[in-house]
């Protein structure tokens, strides 16, 4: 036997790269040259959904793909244009214009590249608008905020015309409401079907990406490999790992689902370039982060580095899942500054340490799956109960890549999440996530009491007993300043059933849609404050409740929560009668003003 150069693991490595190799164009032409048929094509539920809105019959749609560069727009383009065309599909000619218009549809797969086509497309907009009519299926693809720019742009050039201008705002704010807002109440906003990519689900996205790539019929190719054959290949270890203990990228799936429930969004392109680095990782570059003494190297792997590797027992215990996911082969540099792996890092994975997981790194017979740095385990005991001093480096590497792989493996643990920065994500993706996906309001008494106690807390600057923030959420007054501690304040209260969490409204529904979680505290008929219910947002309400604050709270979120209380103490005393209270003992009394002579 000997070492086999698959050209599938070649391909892959392209999308470890960087921006320019993951573009569509620049992946078709590399598969082309690696004689590989069948190219990484994921196919998105959502896809299916957008290409049989275009190709209705009976109703001819004005779609508008938006979002952000990577979320893979063009592609999609390209795949709904090839699904109509079959056969009669043009690569090249694809490849080479951006602008595609007959009298029985227009296709523009990129609306930065237009020059002079730019106010014709608009005008096409414009008519629609105006006739209420869409005569022909229109596809637009746009990066966020480029569309509406060039309407402004439009709307300036064109003054003399007041009826087009006017007609040119309206389409305005209707793109700039489902953008910002996710839906528009504008006149004529259900003719124009804008879908924001940026609004789907990345954990969804992850996870099929991670299945397209394990079940491509490449990595048939490496049959016969010495590599694959002694196990000694760390690039198809891993494969074979995520092929067959599938809860390995859930769990790293649902590390992308926190961080989206943190308003943070993961390009198709970044999702792609984190997926083929978990599989293509070396060992860590930093030092630091290395148990074994062994230079790290190359950054990336392919067949034929892997089968220059002396040492591959050592390596491929170095060459791991958590290293490729969370960047370590890309230097320290990398991984605190280039996304994805950036906001992944942010979240402190293996920094954080509890009794229970310290607990299992200890004792492998009390956990029932094994992970690869087990075999340094006596490292760990001897540091423990012999005494003998291990090196501070290899010490620090140990225990945090240990956590990490813990968290990795672990199959149906619920105490998962407290290796996370957040350690109330569990009951927060049980009471407001899960329940979000199965209604329309998320209403755990117990969640809803939670929030109230700490937003009483937090309002006021002092411990306020349970029983008293259960029930209703007291305001104080606007001019109060700052949250000090304060024995006499005049306040309005909410109650519980006037505070819900719901997801924020959106037009977009497609299935793959993401849900973001808003918690909602209604005044009366008129008014309500809105707030992002984060997942930092719950988990610090969740310790405050407790009356134990972290003290890692970004400043941010201390000033989104004065904005807060200002916004509802101006809506109340606007709207409603102001009633004194004084605090006793922790508890909430109704205070009676005496009134003097005069």
């Not at 993951?22 to 690696?34: C, F, G, N, P, S």
């Not at 002396?310 to 990398?334: P, Q």
């Not at 005044?523 to 309500?528: F, G, N, P, S, V």
Request: proline share 3%; net charge negative; glycine share 6%.
């Amino acid at each position: 036997m000997t070492w086999k150069n698959n050209h599938w693991v070649k391909f892959l490595e392209g999308y470890c790269k960087g921006k320019n190799q993951i573009q569509d164009e620049y992946v078709r032409k590399v598969a082309k040259r690696l004689d590989i048929e069948e190219p990484l094509d994921v196919q998105f539920p959502w896809q299916q959904e957008i290409l049989s809105k275009f190709q209705s019959n009976g109703n001819h749609n004005l779609i508008i793909l938006t979002g952000t560069a990577g979320d893979g727009k063009t592609k999609l383009c390209r795949d709904i244009v090839r699904a109509l065309d079959g056969d009669d599909f043009d690569e090249d000619e694809w490849n080479e214009n951006s602008y595609f218009s007959t009298d029985e549809r227009t296709v523009v797969k990129d609306f930065s590249e237009l020059k002079d086509d730019k106010d014709l497309l608009i005008r096409e907009l414009i008519t629609i608008l105006d006739t209420k009519h869409v005569s022909k299926p229109i596809l637009v693809a746009v990066n966020d905020g480029i569309l509406v720019e060039e309407l402004e742009n439009f709307i300036k050039k064109n003054s003399s015309d007041e009826a087009e201008q006017e007609t040119a705002k309206l389409l305005k704010e209707i793109i700039e409401d489902k953008i910002n807002l996710g839906f528009s109440e504008c006149e004529g906003q259900e003719l124009v079907n804008l879908i924001n990519l940026s609004k789907l689900n990345a954990k969804e996205n992850m996870a099929l990406i991670f299945d397209t790539i394990l079940d491509h019929p490449g990595w048939s190719h490496c049959d016969g490999c010495t590599g694959k054959e002694n196990q000694s290949c760390a690039i198809y270890n891993k494969y074979h790992l995520l092929k067959t203990e599938p809860h390995i990228k859930e769990n790293l799936s649902n590390i992308i689902l926190l961080l989206q429930l943190n308003n943070e969004h993961f390009t198709i392109r970044e999702l792609l370039n984190l997926a083929t680095n978990t599989l293509l990782a070396s060992v860590p570059k930093p030092k630091a982060l290395r148990i074994a003494d062994m230079e790290a190297g190359i950054g990336t792997l392919n067949c034929a580095s892997m089968s220059k590797i002396e040492h591959t027992a050592v390596f491929s215990s170095e060459s791991s899942i958590e290293v490729g996911f969370w960047g370590m082969n890309l230097g320290a540099h990398k991984m605190r500054n280039n996304r994805p792996f950036s906001e992944i890092n942010k979240l402190g994975f293996g920094e954080l340490s509890t009794n229970y997981w310290d607990r299992l790194l200890r004792h492998k017979t009390e956990r029932d799956f094994s992970i690869p740095l087990d075999a340094n385990n006596k490292l760990f005991e001897a540091r423990r109960i012999d005494g003998v001093d291990a090196n501070n480096e290899v010490w620090d590497a140990l225990m945090r890549r240990s956590r990490m792989q813990l968290y990795c493996f672990q199959d149906g643990d619920e105490n998962a999440y407290h290796l996370q920065r957040y350690s109330h994500f569990g009951r927060y993706r049980e009471n407001v996530y899960d329940s979000l996906s199965k209604s329309d309001c998320a209403d755990d008494v117990n969640t809803i009491a939670m929030i109230i106690l700490a937003l009483n807390r937090v309002f006021h600057g002092r411990y306020i007993s349970e029983g008293s923030g259960r029930d209703s959420l007291f305001i104080p007054e606007k001019g109060q300043g700052s949250i000090i501690p304060i024995s006499i304040f005049h306040g309005e209260d909410i109650r519980e059933r006037d505070i819900v969490i719901r997801s924020i409204k959106n037009d977009m529904s497609l299935s793959g849609a993401r849900i973001e979680p808003v918690l909602i505290l209604d005044i009366d008929r008129k008014h309500e404050v809105k707030m992002s219910l984060t997942v930092e947002l719950f988990d610090y309400l969740a310790h405050v409740s407790k009356g134990a604050p972290p003290n890692t709270t970004d400043p941010r979120l201390y000033k989104k929560l004065l904005i807060l209380r200002s916004k509802l103490s101006t809506l109340i005393r606007e709207s409603r009668r102001t009633e004194t209270y004084s605090i006793q003992d922790g508890e909430f009394r109704q205070v009676i003003l005496d009134v003097q002579n005069g």
